[in-house]
Protein backbone atom coordinates (compact mmCIF):
# COMPACT_ATOMS: atom_id res chain seq x y z
CA UNK A 1 0.00 0.00 0.00
CA UNK A 2 1.17 3.61 -1.11
CA UNK A 3 0.23 5.94 1.56
CA UNK A 4 0.79 9.77 0.77
CA UNK A 5 0.03 11.72 3.80
CA UNK A 6 -0.07 15.64 3.80
CA UNK A 7 2.33 16.14 1.05
CA UNK A 8 4.07 19.54 -0.16
CA UNK A 9 6.87 20.10 -1.89
CA UNK A 10 8.38 23.56 -3.19
CA UNK A 11 11.04 24.12 -5.52
CA UNK A 12 13.53 27.27 -6.40
CA UNK A 13 11.95 29.62 -9.05
CA UNK A 14 14.17 29.91 -11.96
CA UNK A 15 13.03 32.86 -13.25
CA UNK A 16 13.06 35.38 -10.19
CA UNK A 17 11.23 38.50 -10.78
CA UNK A 18 11.81 41.96 -8.81
CA UNK A 19 9.14 42.11 -6.87
CA UNK A 20 9.19 38.03 -5.40
CA UNK A 21 10.26 38.06 -1.80
CA UNK A 22 10.22 34.06 -2.50
CA UNK A 23 12.62 32.34 -3.95
CA UNK A 24 10.67 29.10 -4.13
CA UNK A 25 7.36 28.25 -5.23
CA UNK A 26 4.73 25.81 -4.24
CA UNK A 27 4.25 22.78 -6.66
CA UNK A 28 2.51 20.09 -4.69
CA UNK A 29 0.31 21.65 -1.73
CA UNK A 30 -0.78 19.41 1.11
CA UNK A 31 -1.56 15.92 -0.83
CA UNK A 32 -2.92 13.22 0.58
CA UNK A 33 -3.84 9.67 -1.42
CA UNK A 34 -3.45 5.93 -0.49
CA UNK A 35 -2.80 3.46 -3.29
CA UNK A 36 -4.24 0.37 -2.48
CA UNK A 37 -2.35 -3.24 -3.24
CA UNK A 38 -3.21 -4.41 -6.79
CA UNK A 39 -4.85 -1.04 -7.31
CA UNK A 40 -4.75 1.46 -10.88
CA UNK A 41 -4.31 4.34 -9.80
CA UNK A 42 -4.21 7.24 -12.61
CA UNK A 43 -2.76 10.52 -12.13
CA UNK A 44 -4.04 13.23 -14.36
CA UNK A 45 -4.26 17.49 -14.24
CA UNK A 46 -3.05 20.49 -16.06
CA UNK A 47 0.38 20.50 -17.69
CA UNK A 48 3.16 21.50 -15.01
CA UNK A 49 0.63 21.10 -11.82
CA UNK A 50 2.96 18.68 -10.36
CA UNK A 51 2.35 15.20 -11.24
CA UNK A 52 5.77 13.74 -12.63
CA UNK A 53 6.87 15.32 -9.24
CA UNK A 54 4.50 13.21 -7.39
CA UNK A 55 5.32 10.10 -9.23
CA UNK A 56 9.23 10.89 -8.47
CA UNK A 57 8.27 11.36 -5.03
CA UNK A 58 6.78 7.36 -5.07
CA UNK A 59 10.02 6.30 -6.60
CA UNK A 60 11.80 7.78 -4.21
CA UNK A 61 14.13 10.43 -6.30
CA UNK A 62 12.25 13.55 -4.74
CA UNK A 63 11.87 14.03 -1.17
CA UNK A 64 8.73 16.24 0.49
CA UNK A 65 9.39 19.55 2.29
CA UNK A 66 6.31 18.44 4.60
CA UNK A 67 4.52 15.35 4.72
CA UNK A 68 6.03 11.74 3.97
CA UNK A 69 5.28 9.02 1.56
CA UNK A 70 5.15 5.41 2.99
CA UNK A 71 4.82 1.65 1.28
CA UNK A 72 4.18 -1.09 3.01
CA UNK A 73 3.74 1.47 6.33
CA UNK A 74 7.56 2.31 6.19
CA UNK A 75 8.96 5.89 4.82
CA UNK A 76 10.58 5.81 1.12
CA UNK A 77 14.07 6.38 1.96
CA UNK A 78 15.08 6.26 -1.64
CA UNK A 79 14.84 3.92 -5.25
CA UNK A 80 14.27 0.75 -4.60
CA UNK A 81 13.50 -2.41 -7.13
CA UNK A 82 10.22 -2.68 -5.26
CA UNK A 83 9.28 0.59 -7.33
CA UNK A 84 10.28 0.67 -11.07
CA UNK A 85 9.79 3.55 -13.23
CA UNK A 86 8.53 3.99 -16.84
CA UNK A 87 9.43 7.32 -18.56
CA UNK A 88 7.73 8.61 -21.63
CA UNK A 89 10.88 8.87 -23.47
CA UNK A 90 12.10 5.31 -23.16
CA UNK A 91 15.56 6.07 -21.47
CA UNK A 92 16.82 2.91 -22.91
CA UNK A 93 20.95 2.84 -23.27
CA UNK A 94 21.19 3.01 -26.80
CA UNK A 95 24.79 0.80 -27.21
CA UNK A 96 22.49 -2.08 -25.56
CA UNK A 97 20.56 -4.91 -27.60
CA UNK A 98 17.00 -5.34 -26.29
CA UNK A 99 18.07 -8.14 -24.19
CA UNK A 100 20.60 -6.72 -22.63
CA UNK A 101 18.34 -3.27 -21.74
CA UNK A 102 15.97 -5.65 -20.47
CA UNK A 103 18.76 -7.65 -18.05
CA UNK A 104 20.42 -4.81 -17.49
CA UNK A 105 18.78 -4.60 -14.00
CA UNK A 106 18.86 -7.92 -12.79
CA UNK A 107 23.02 -7.45 -13.86
CA UNK A 108 23.50 -5.15 -11.55
CA UNK A 109 21.44 -6.61 -8.85
CA UNK A 110 24.01 -9.61 -9.49
CA UNK A 111 21.48 -12.15 -10.24
CA UNK A 112 23.11 -15.49 -11.61
CA UNK A 113 23.42 -15.91 -15.00
CA UNK A 114 21.06 -18.32 -15.52
CA UNK A 115 18.39 -16.26 -13.69
CA UNK A 116 18.91 -13.23 -15.60
CA UNK A 117 18.57 -15.27 -18.85
CA UNK A 118 15.46 -16.54 -17.47
CA UNK A 119 13.66 -13.56 -16.36
CA UNK A 120 14.59 -11.79 -19.41
CA UNK A 121 13.30 -14.36 -21.84
CA UNK A 122 9.87 -14.56 -19.52
CA UNK A 123 9.85 -10.67 -19.75
CA UNK A 124 10.25 -10.49 -23.26
CA UNK A 125 7.60 -12.83 -24.32
CA UNK A 126 5.69 -10.83 -21.90
CA UNK A 127 6.07 -7.83 -24.24
CA UNK A 128 6.06 -9.60 -27.47
CA UNK A 129 9.28 -8.80 -28.56
CA UNK A 130 10.30 -12.31 -29.08
CA UNK A 131 12.64 -12.13 -32.02
CA UNK A 132 14.09 -8.37 -31.53
CA UNK A 133 16.29 -9.39 -28.88
CA UNK A 134 19.44 -8.53 -30.90
CA UNK A 135 18.20 -5.60 -32.49
CA UNK A 136 19.28 -2.22 -30.90
CA UNK A 137 17.47 0.45 -29.87
CA UNK A 138 17.77 2.51 -33.18
CA UNK A 139 16.40 -0.27 -35.11
CA UNK A 140 12.68 -0.23 -33.30
CA UNK A 141 9.25 1.32 -33.40
CA UNK A 142 8.43 4.06 -30.92
CA UNK A 143 5.55 0.94 -29.66
CA UNK A 144 8.60 -1.47 -29.55
CA UNK A 145 10.94 0.95 -27.38
CA UNK A 146 8.07 1.52 -25.13
CA UNK A 147 7.80 -2.45 -24.40
CA UNK A 148 11.37 -2.53 -24.03
CA UNK A 149 11.38 0.03 -21.55
CA UNK A 150 7.84 -1.98 -19.76
CA UNK A 151 10.06 -5.08 -20.19
CA UNK A 152 13.18 -3.69 -18.31
CA UNK A 153 10.60 -2.48 -15.36
CA UNK A 154 8.87 -5.37 -15.00
CA UNK A 155 11.50 -7.92 -15.29
CA UNK A 156 12.68 -6.80 -11.40
CA UNK A 157 9.42 -8.08 -10.02
CA UNK A 158 8.27 -4.87 -9.04
CA UNK A 159 5.04 -4.25 -6.27
CA UNK A 160 4.72 -0.65 -7.84
CA UNK A 161 4.81 0.13 -11.61
CA UNK A 162 4.74 3.58 -11.82
CA UNK A 163 4.86 5.06 -15.29
CA UNK A 164 5.03 8.65 -16.61
CA UNK A 165 3.12 9.31 -19.56
CA UNK A 166 4.61 6.11 -21.30
CA UNK A 167 2.24 6.12 -24.02
CA UNK A 168 2.25 10.30 -24.81
CA UNK A 169 4.78 9.97 -28.01
CA UNK A 170 2.95 7.01 -29.84
CA UNK A 171 0.36 7.07 -32.34
CA UNK A 172 -3.06 6.27 -31.60
CA UNK A 173 -3.61 2.77 -32.64
CA UNK A 174 -0.24 1.38 -30.90
CA UNK A 175 -1.27 3.27 -27.71
CA UNK A 176 -4.38 1.17 -27.51
CA UNK A 177 -2.83 -2.34 -28.18
CA UNK A 178 -0.16 -1.30 -25.27
CA UNK A 179 -2.95 0.00 -22.87
CA UNK A 180 -4.88 -3.10 -23.90
CA UNK A 181 -1.70 -5.14 -23.21
CA UNK A 182 -0.68 -3.49 -20.00
CA UNK A 183 -3.57 -4.03 -18.05
CA UNK A 184 -3.96 -7.65 -18.53
CA UNK A 185 -0.22 -7.44 -17.25
CA UNK A 186 -1.45 -5.66 -14.15
CA UNK A 187 -3.77 -7.83 -13.84
CA UNK A 188 -1.60 -10.86 -14.01
CA UNK A 189 1.15 -9.88 -12.05
CA UNK A 190 -0.86 -8.11 -8.96
CA UNK A 191 1.38 -4.88 -9.73
CA UNK A 192 0.16 -1.64 -7.97
CA UNK A 193 0.31 0.84 -10.77
CA UNK A 194 0.51 4.22 -10.75
CA UNK A 195 -0.34 6.32 -14.21
CA UNK A 196 0.52 9.77 -14.98
CA UNK A 197 -1.51 10.65 -18.33
CA UNK A 198 -2.82 13.86 -20.08
CA UNK A 199 -5.53 11.36 -22.16
CA UNK A 200 -8.66 11.18 -20.53
CA UNK A 201 -9.97 7.86 -22.72
CA UNK A 202 -6.45 6.28 -21.53
CA UNK A 203 -7.27 6.48 -17.67
CA UNK A 204 -10.98 5.84 -17.95
CA UNK A 205 -9.70 2.33 -19.68
CA UNK A 206 -7.23 1.63 -17.30
CA UNK A 207 -7.73 2.92 -13.87
CA UNK A 208 -9.66 1.41 -11.10
CA UNK A 209 -9.63 5.29 -9.74
CA UNK A 210 -8.29 8.48 -11.29
CA UNK A 211 -6.99 10.96 -9.11
CA UNK A 212 -7.55 14.28 -10.85
CA UNK A 213 -5.35 17.52 -9.64
CA UNK A 214 -5.76 21.18 -9.81
CA UNK A 215 -3.48 23.52 -11.29
CA UNK A 216 -0.20 24.30 -10.03
CA UNK A 217 -0.09 23.74 -6.58
CA UNK A 218 -1.58 20.48 -7.39
CA UNK A 219 -4.20 19.75 -4.82
CA UNK A 220 -6.36 17.03 -5.20
CA UNK A 221 -9.67 18.02 -7.05
CA UNK A 222 -11.57 14.97 -7.22
CA UNK A 223 -10.69 11.33 -7.12
CA UNK A 224 -13.11 9.58 -9.32
CA UNK A 225 -13.76 5.48 -9.38
CA UNK A 226 -13.90 3.32 -12.46
CA UNK A 227 -16.35 0.29 -11.93
CA UNK A 228 -16.98 -0.43 -15.05
CA UNK A 229 -15.84 -3.88 -16.14
CA UNK A 230 -12.94 -5.20 -17.92
CA UNK A 231 -11.95 -5.06 -20.55
CA UNK A 232 -13.38 -2.07 -20.93
CA UNK A 233 -15.88 -0.73 -23.89
CA UNK A 234 -14.86 2.83 -24.75
CA UNK A 235 -18.53 3.37 -26.66
CA UNK A 236 -20.25 2.31 -23.85
CA UNK A 237 -22.49 5.80 -21.91
CA UNK A 238 -20.87 4.90 -18.54
CA UNK A 239 -17.15 4.91 -19.85
CA UNK A 240 -18.27 8.41 -21.90
CA UNK A 241 -20.00 9.83 -19.12
CA UNK A 242 -16.86 9.67 -16.94
CA UNK A 243 -14.51 10.77 -20.03
CA UNK A 244 -16.64 13.42 -20.39
CA UNK A 245 -16.64 14.59 -16.46
CA UNK A 246 -12.67 15.09 -16.22
CA UNK A 247 -12.59 16.74 -19.47
CA UNK A 248 -15.12 19.40 -17.74
CA UNK A 249 -13.34 19.40 -14.40
CA UNK A 250 -9.92 20.06 -17.19
CA UNK A 251 -11.69 22.64 -18.47
CA UNK A 252 -12.85 24.12 -15.18
CA UNK A 253 -8.61 24.42 -14.09
CA UNK A 254 -7.49 25.73 -17.31
CA UNK A 255 -10.03 28.73 -16.99
CA UNK A 256 -9.01 29.42 -13.61
CA UNK A 257 -5.59 29.20 -14.95
CA UNK A 258 -6.39 31.77 -17.89
CA UNK A 259 -7.79 34.43 -15.06
CA UNK A 260 -5.08 34.01 -12.68
CA UNK A 261 -2.55 34.32 -15.06
CA UNK A 262 -4.50 37.97 -16.01
CA UNK A 263 -4.67 38.92 -12.45
CA UNK A 264 -1.18 38.50 -11.81
N1 LIG B 1 13.79 19.75 -10.51
C1 LIG B 1 13.04 20.83 -10.64
N2 LIG B 1 13.48 22.05 -10.25
C2 LIG B 1 12.71 23.15 -10.36
N3 LIG B 1 11.45 23.14 -10.86
C3 LIG B 1 10.97 21.95 -11.27
C4 LIG B 1 11.72 20.73 -11.20
N4 LIG B 1 10.97 19.72 -11.67
C5 LIG B 1 9.81 20.27 -12.04
N5 LIG B 1 9.79 21.59 -11.81
C6 LIG B 1 8.67 22.52 -12.00
O1 LIG B 1 7.61 22.05 -11.18
C7 LIG B 1 6.36 22.18 -11.84
C8 LIG B 1 5.68 20.84 -11.92
O2 LIG B 1 6.44 19.99 -12.78
P1 LIG B 1 5.98 18.51 -13.14
O3 LIG B 1 6.98 18.00 -14.09
O4 LIG B 1 5.74 17.76 -11.90
O5 LIG B 1 4.58 18.81 -13.85
P2 LIG B 1 3.60 17.80 -14.61
O6 LIG B 1 2.26 17.93 -13.97
O7 LIG B 1 4.21 16.46 -14.70
O8 LIG B 1 3.54 18.49 -16.06
P3 LIG B 1 3.38 17.78 -17.51
O9 LIG B 1 1.98 17.30 -17.55
O10 LIG B 1 3.63 18.91 -18.48
O11 LIG B 1 4.41 16.70 -17.60
C9 LIG B 1 6.66 22.84 -13.17
O12 LIG B 1 6.47 24.22 -13.03
C10 LIG B 1 8.13 22.53 -13.42
O13 LIG B 1 8.74 23.54 -14.18
MG1 LIG C 1 5.01 15.33 -16.24
Same mark, same amino acid.
Given at each position: ???????????????????????????????????????????????????????????????????????????????? #? =? $?? /? *? !???????????????????????????????????????????????????????????????????????????????????????????????????????????????????????? #? =? $?? /? *? !????????????????????????????????????????????????????
Amino acid at each position: MISIQNVTKYFKKNHLRKDDTDERFRVLDNISLTIQDGEFVSFIGPSGCGKSTLLRMIAGLLVADRGKVLVDGREIEGPG #S =D $RM /V *V !FQDYVLFPWMNVRNNIAAGLKIRKESRETVEKKTAWAIDLVGLGGFERSYPHQLSGGMKQRVAIARAIVMNPDILLMDEPFGALDSFTRISLQEELIQLCDKNHYTTCLVTHDCDEAVYL #S =D $RI /V *V !FTSSPARVQEIIQVDLPRPRDRNRPEFIEIRNHILRLGRIQAKQQERQGRCS
